[in-house]
């Protein structure tokens, strides 16, 4: 089935640094849902994307769906501890379900 | 809203027994799934149900799992017997979810922390 690759799946960051991180598909997305888990935690949604080259903000993460709508990115500027966890990105199926990605493990360094 | 509920936070029980958790959506939504996560598989999905009916139950991995949702308002995951190859975190999330594939977000659980000895 349809699935999605994330990479990387480890990202060692100093604070203060940006970083990216990527969600690949082979076949065209409906939509992108990212979420985020602290260590020890649950998932938790941060933001979903619906259309071709959309951009979001939120404060200090930028999350991009590519014009094909087969990737999708999250850029995260001036790395803080509170960043530290898994960013899981999910594409969405009939339903409500959704196919998760492996997720990309921040570790932030200080 | 409290938010998904589920219980018990952690379950310490030793290779044979048989385990039941629980699961509380939130109010209004009509589709629930249920998660396992390792290290080893990350998160997958097991089975999920929408209007109280399981939808895809492909992900449970054995006939030993069963899922069970007998109203809006809760449902169970059983593991009989367990095994220790079963010690996960496991995730329960509600929606709300239709065919068209209209999206939202979905709201997990604090998780429950199962360890088979």
């Known amino acids: 089935g349809q699935q999605v690759m994330q990479i990387p799946q480890y990202q060692h960051v100093q604070e203060g640094e940006d970083f990216t991180t990527y969600c690949n598909s082979s076949?065209?997305?409906?939509?992108i849902q990212w979420y985020k888990q602290r260590p020890g935690g649950h998932p938790v949604f941060l933001i979903q994307l619906v259309k071709s080259g959309e951009v979001k903000k939120q404060k200090r993460l930028t999350f991009q769906f590519g014009e094909a709508k087969k990737n999708s990115s999250l850029h995260i500027t001036a790395t803080q501890t509170t960043d530290v966890g898994t960013y899981f990105c999910a594409s969405a199926k009939s339903w409500g379900k959704l196919q998760f990605g492996a997720g990309t493990q921040v570790v932030v360094t200080p | 809203d409290a938010g998904v509920i589920q219980s018990p936070r952690h379950e310490v029980t030793e290779m044979g027994q048989e385990v039941t958790l629980r699961c509380k959506p939130i109010s209004g939504h009509n589709s629930l799934f249920w998660y396992r996560q390792t290290m080893m598989r990350g998160l997958e999905l097991l089975i999920y149900f929408n209007n109280n009916v399981p939808i895809d139950d492909s992900g449970m991995p054995e006939d030993r799992f069963s899922a069970k949702m007998p109203n809006a308002s809760f449902s169970t995951l059983k593991i009989q017997p367990s095994e220790p190859r079963d010690s996960a975190v496991y995730f329960c999330?509600?929606?709300?979810?239709?065919?068209?594939?209209?999206?939202?977000?979905?709201?997990f659980g604090p998780g429950t922390r199962l360890t088979v000895t």
């Open positions: 076949t065209t997305l409906s939509n």
């Open positions: 999330a509600s929606t709300f979810g239709d065919r068209l594939a209209e999206t939202y977000e979905q709201y």
